[in-house]
């Protein structure tokens, strides 16, 4: 096997051990190769920054939920075309704009992040999406995603809310990364630095 391959091979093993609750020794995986245990630091290093700067919570992603919405639904000034992905807060829907805005032209392509049916009953959640809402509507910053509107829709489970954000082209930063054999230091720090820059402008 490869370096790299072997490197990809040791994180996997480590997240699915951590993800178990059980301990897994990298430098005793590494051996005595230096180099290695540098390729496997780095690699990690990158993915508990991706975990931390975007809150993900595997098991509640991984988790089945009844879907808010439903593809050709209309969703305020929306129609959901399709479910682009899922987090621990909400439901995320590539939508069409159906009325022409300021910024916003008649079919322009949106994301649309709707709150979790099964959430709608717990304390504070609510409260703490009407947050980021609010928030995003007052935050203009290069790199953080802009929130274009936002309100709430009936559905079976209650009023829930939904935000309207910009839909962005092209790979996630974790498909970016995990396209690359290594991943260079010069690569991390810009990468830490945007990050940065962008919690910096929301908090």
Same mark, same amino acid.
């Given at each position: 096997m490869e370096p790299d391959e072997r490197a990809g091979d040791i994180v996997y093993r480590a997240r699915e051990a951590r993800e178990a609750g059980q301990r897994f020794d990298i430098q005793?995986?590494?051996?005595?190769?230096?180099?290695?245990?540098?390729?496997?630091?780095?690699?990690?290093?990158?993915?508990r920054l991706l975990d931390s700067a975007f809150d993900i919570n595997r098991k509640e992603a991984m988790a089945s939920r009844a879907p808010p919405v439903e593809p050709g639904q209309r969703v305020g000034p929306y129609r959901v075309v399709s479910r682009i992905g899922q987090g621990g807060m909400g439901t995320v829907f590539l939508a069409l704009s159906e009325e022409a805005g300021k910024d916003l032209p008649l079919g322009s392509r949106v994301a649309l992040k709707v709150l979790h049916p099964h959430l709608l009953g717990k304390r504070g959640y609510q409260d703490r999406f009407r947050r980021e809402v609010k928030a995003g509507l007052r935050l203009h910053?290069?790199?953080? *995603?802009?929130?274009?509107?936002?309100?709430?829709? =009936? %559905?079976?489970? #209650?009023?829930?809310?939904?935000?309207?954000?910009?839909?962005?082209?092209?790979?996630?930063?974790?498909?970016?990364?995990?396209?690359?054999?290594?991943?260079?230091?010069?690569? *991390?720090?810009?990468?830490?630095?945007?990050?940065? =820059? %962008?919690?910096? #402008?929301?908090?």
């Open positions: 005793a995986a590494c051996g005595a190769y230096e180099e290695l245990l540098r390729k496997v630091a780095t690699r990690i290093s990158v993915q910053h290069p790199h953080v *995603v802009p929130t274009l509107g936002a309100g709430t829709i =009936a %559905g079976p489970y #209650g009023e829930t809310i939904y935000l309207a954000m910009r839909y962005e082209e092209g790979r996630t930063l974790r498909e970016f990364l995990a396209s690359m054999d290594t991943v260079p230091e010069p690569l *991390v720090l810009e990468i830490a630095r945007q990050v940065a =820059a %962008g919690l910096e #402008g929301i908090h």
